[in-house]
């Protein structure tokens, strides 16, 4: 069981835009500025989407944001579009250079 | 370009030891830590494993911890990881990936399959 949480699903249509969370606790997520997203399509290595919360790599559309208010993280998808169906999972660095992912959530454009 | 390539998967009994490696290229590996991450069947990412850009520290997952070892060859430019003593739910796709900024992975390679059955 992670010490992250994350919606299973995430559903929305075509321009629509939807919000996936990422909960912890101060020791993941809260204390740090250090949570992560990534894309995964199916059989697919994983992609870094965001960073430090709210830092995109070069390359990731702005379509993609991140945020944190106290113990959650949060990663927007405004304009949904039929590519960014895949998984999407939060992550957080902590101390002692040790990962946590979350479970994972599924977004599926209607 | 960066390129990270996973070898060594395959089937193994339970027990028994596996290598895999990750050979890395377009990239100097020597100024980068890396980590391994698995993903079972069907499931969500887990780290297993974090080795420093001089393999000076390595911390692990308390699943592996004591029986997987990370480490690397910077003259090589390979990252290994020795798994000991497999259980059945050690079988996943295996990912070696480049950590930037001690936080976040931005380049990962594309996975390696290990299934530990009898």
């Known amino acids: 069981q992670s010490a992250l949480t994350q919606p299973a699903s995430v559903s929305g249509s075509p321009g629509q835009s939807i919000t996936i969370s990422c909960t912890g606790t101060s020791s993941y997520v809260g204390g740090y500025h250090y949570v992560s997203w990534y894309q995964q399509h199916p059989g697919k290595a994983p992609k870094l989407m965001i960073y430090?919360?709210?830092k995109r790599p070069s390359g990731v559309s702005n379509r993609f944001s991140g945020s944190k208010s106290g113990n959650t993280a949060s990663l927007t998808i405004s304009g949904l579009q039929a590519e960014d169906e895949a998984d999407y999972y939060c992550s957080s660095y902590t101390s002692g250079s040790t990962y946590v992912f979350g479970p994972g959530t599924k977004v599926t454009v209607l | 370009q960066v390129q990270l390539v996973e070898s060594g998967g395959g089937v193994v009994q339970p027990g028994r030891p596996l290598r895999l490696s990750c050979a890395a290229s377009?990239?100097?590996?020597?100024?980068?830590?890396m980590y391994w991450v698995r993903q079972a069947p069907g499931k969500g990412l887990e780290w297993v494993a974090f080795i420093s850009f001089d393999g000076s520290n390595k911390y692990y997952a308390d699943s592996v911890k004591g029986r997987f070892t990370i480490s690397r060859d910077n003259s090589k430019n390979t990252v290994y990881l020795q798994m000991n003593s497999l259980r059945s739910e050690d079988t996943a796709v295996y990912y070696c990936?480049?950590?930037?900024?001690?936080?976040?992975?931005?380049?990962w390679g594309q996975g390696t399959l290990v299934s530990v059955s009898s």
């Open positions: 990936a480049r950590i930037v900024g001690t936080t976040r992975a931005d380049h």
């Open positions: 430090d919360v709210s």
């Open positions: 377009g990239f100097t590996l020597s100024s980068y830590a």
